[in-house]
T-cell receptor
């Protein structure tokens, strides 16, 4: 009963380094997304995907790339980490982008950029 | 613009007492409303949602929420609070004005249940 699985849980990066946050879901969901959670800012959408091969930008896409080669996986790439990207990142999925569908979240990835 | 407001940063209740966490919304069109709970260093767990139908929605862990269209509210309730209910609670609405399918969240309310 895995649901949405994110790795790593905690990561410290140096400014300028790159890394990939992994996300996988086993619910055969078409819709997947990445949010970041910051104090006082709530959760904001970074990128989303409505199916394999289709991705699009959310509210705060700068500095991040995504790809969706399979239905199950939706990795988030930080190309050149900056301190402003210190945050908690959540991957999420739902059956579709339909408004009534429940979005399920992963356990989060705590990222610190020094 | 669509928005969700949680007017209380923190709610304190005694164990065994009823609890209410408030949420109001502003949307164009039909509201699709959700409640999530977040425990420290954990992800958001889905509690319940309102799509259509009965105004009283029942969810996980004994929680329920009352949808009130005239007051544009969707308050989370539980008849008898447990210490283990202490957590951060988020109200959210699915964004129907963009094609992103995103959730628009309130700022969150910390629930403290004291023994």
């Amino acid at each position: 009963n895995a649901g949405v699985t994110q790795t790593p849980k905690f990561q410290v990066l140096k400014t300028g380094q790159s890394m990939t946050l992994q996300c996988a879901q086993d619910m055969n969901h078409e819709y997947m997304s990445w949010y970041r959670q910051d104090p006082g800012m709530g959760l904001r959408l970074i990128h989303y995907s409505v199916g394999a091969g289709i991705t699009d930008q959310g509210e705060v896409p700068n500095g991040y790339n995504v790809s969706r080669s399979t239905t199950e996986d939706f990795p988030l790439r930080l190309l050149s980490a900056a301190p402003s990207q210190t945050s908690v990142y959540f991957c999420a999925s739902s059956y579709s982008e339909g408004l009534g569908n429940t979005i399920y979240f992963g356990e989060g990835s705590w990222l610190t950029v020094v | 613009a669509q928005s969700v407001a949680q007017p209380e940063d923190q709610v304190n209740v005694a164990e065994g007492n009823p609890l209410t966490v408030k949420c109001t919304y502003s949307v164009s069109g039909n509201p699709y409303l959700f409640w999530y709970v977040q425990y420290p260093n954990r992800g958001l767990q889905f509690l319940l949602k309102y799509i259509t139908g009965d105004n009283l929605v029942k969810g996980s862990y004994g929680f329920e929420a009352e949808f009130n269209k005239s007051q544009t509210s969707f308050h989370l309730k539980k008849p008898s609070a447990l210490v283990s209910d202490s957590a951060l609670y988020f109200c959210a609405v699915r964004d129907g004005t963009s094609n992103t399918g995103k959730l628009i969240f309130g700022q969150g309310t910390t629930l403290q249940v004291k023994p």
